[in-house]
């Protein structure tokens, strides 16, 4: 029998699958011609090894072919109860975790590329930042208060500066320096002698230079050379102890008692020279062994009451004052200044210190404003805590105290340099209130021994030398502000020192050496006390 020629099935005349009917993609393995012919048994493990993960997208949809015309005839039985018969396998779909969706190339490129941009854009603007901390200097505030109230002087040349450097010069060296470590009226009197007689040039261009009524403290002169920090001063002020106790042992009372006022005339001059720090430093050296001296000439002077009241007058005239420290505080902001700038801090050029009119050289991390505006904070506090009440025990613990330890930190040099200068300074507020204690300790001293010479007895309190007039106003202790310590018995005066404990008095030689418990003596003890 010749069966009629079929033309082969096209996919429009195959009846429509699942989810074909309403317009849906057949699922792939639907579609799958090697699929439908496969065994029943192994069309599972067929579509496990044949099927791949489902597409992101669904592929394009075909148009359909135009359909064909063709003969029906009826599908053989055998295949159509294979395909019944198959199960319908679902497909394998991965977990959601673990699908990567994968990004175009060049969008990962770009979004690279951007942030190695930013980070090159974060660095730059942080290296300018650091370079902007390390450059700027801004200009400091106002400092009128820091600046000198006192006229300048005006004349055209002086003569001061050359008489003291002339005295300086002609100094002639000790020839035993052992001679420094105990007191000059410890020496032998061949000693004193030989020592006086020696410098007989230098002690009458000390009194030349004294007896000048134009001393000129505010010239200009003065800023030329620091005249204070030659390393004769001290054999200056141990000459004269020595001609103090020279006289007093040839029983010239009267030209000892003016050799050791000589010595605080001196440290009262050098305390107007605000040119220089080291010439304050000077002045309070030079009360303090003025002081000493007079210590030991009055626990054994014979002078009348008068004699004693004039000298009384004169030492208290050259006593140190907090005001005069005031002013000095502004005097030595202005010098730090002129070092620090140069022409540029605005000040005369004629009072450069040691006639510098260069700016100061540039220095790595050394920033002039803002180290300047250190200068200022640190001086305002140390003029503020010379003007209180009560002296103080110690060196003034600066408030602004930037760590200069760091070696990195933008203006490491300028504070290092602050700190160095500032050493200087901040002891002379407690320097000053023991000068100050022990010139009370003398004036009280002065009045109980004119008590002595007129009265021919010793007070029994110390408020009796106002009432015997002695005394217009009884010298108070700096430390405590209430009168220093008197003892009748012992025949001592004392104050309770920079530990704040009296300990009844201490001598010592030099008289008042001890910061601890400064202590004068009478000269005179009474050993019975009458209640």
């Known amino acids: 029998m010749i069966r009629p020629h079929t033309p082969p099935e096209t996919p429009a005349d195959k009846p429509a699958r699942r989810g074909e009917a309403g317009g849906a993609w057949a699922s792939p393995w639907e579609l799958d011609q090697e699929w439908q012919d496969a065994p029943p048994g192994k069309r599972v493990r067929f579509v496990e090894e044949k099927l791949d993960p489902a597409p992101a997208t669904p592929p394009p949809r075909e148009a359909a072919a135009p359909p064909v015309p063709k003969v029906q005839t009826a599908p053989p039985v055998e295949k159509k109860a294979e395909v019944e018969a198959a199960p319908v396998v679902p497909p394998r779909r991965e977990p959601t975790s673990r699908l990567v969706t994968k990004r175009p190339r060049h969008a990962v490129q770009r979004e690279a590329s951007w942030s190695t941009l930013s980070i090159l854009s974060m660095g730059l603007l942080a290296l300018v930042f650091i370079a902007w901390l390390y450059v700027d200097d801004q200009a400091p505030g106002l400092d009128k208060d820091l600046l000198l109230n006192r006229p300048v002087d005006q004349a055209a040349a002086i003569q001061t500066p050359d008489k003291l450097r002339k005295f300086l010069q002609s100094l002639v060296p000790f020839e035993n320096a052992e001679i420094y470590g105990k007191p000059p009226w410890l020496w032998d009197t061949p000693t004193l002698s030989r020592i006086v007689q020696s410098n007989g040039a230098a002690l009458d261009n000390l009194r030349d230079l004294l007896e000048d009524a134009d001393w000129h403290p505010t010239h200009a002169a003065w800023h030329a050379a620091d005249p204070c920090e030659d390393p004769r001063w001290h054999q200056v002020l141990v000459l004269k102890q020595a001609e103090a106790a020279y006289l007093s042992r040839r029983m010239q009372e009267e030209a000892a008692f003016t050799a050791a006022i000589d010595l605080a005339e001196l440290g009262w001059r050098l305390e107007q020279i605000w040119a220089w720090p080291s010439c304050y430093q000077r002045s309070l050296e030079t009360q303090t062994l003025a002081g000493q001296t007079l210590a030991d000439l009055l626990r054994q002077t014979r002078l009348p009451e008068a004699t004693l009241r004039q000298f009384q007058r004169q030492f208290n005239v050259c006593q140190p004052t907090t005001e005069m420290l005031e002013g000095a505080m502004n005097a030595y902001y202005v010098h730090e200044k002129k070092l620090i700038l140069g022409p540029k801090s605005g000040e005369n050029l004629d009072t ?118 002695f005394l217009l106003d009884l010298p108070i202790d700096p430390y405590t502000g209430a009168p220093l310590q008197y003892s009748l018995a012992r025949g001592l005066i004392w104050s309770v020192g920079n530990d704040l404990k009296s300990a009844g008095g201490v001598l010592t030689e030099p008289p008042m050496k001890d910061a601890a418990e400064p202590t004068v003596a009478l000269g005179i003890a009474v050993a019975g006390v009458a209640k």
């Open 352 to 469: 450069m210190p040691g006639g510098v009119q260069l700016h100061r050289p540039g220095r790595l991390f050394f920033k002039p404003h803002e180290t300047l505006q250190h200068f200022a904070t640190a001086f305002r506090q140390i003029k503020a805590e010379a003007l209180a009440p009560l002296v103080l025990t110690s060196d003034v613990r600066l408030k602004d105290d930037p760590v200069a330890e760091a070696s990195y930190q933008p203006n490491s040099a300028g504070l290092a340099y602050y700190h160095q200068r500032m050493k200087a300074y901040t002891p002379l507020p407690a320097m000053l209130g023991l000068v100050r204690t022990r010139g009370n300790l003398i004036v009280t001293l002065f009045a109980v021994r004119r008590c002595i010479a007129e009265k021919k007895t010793l007070p029994a309190t110390l408020e009796q030398l106002r009432t015997f007039n």
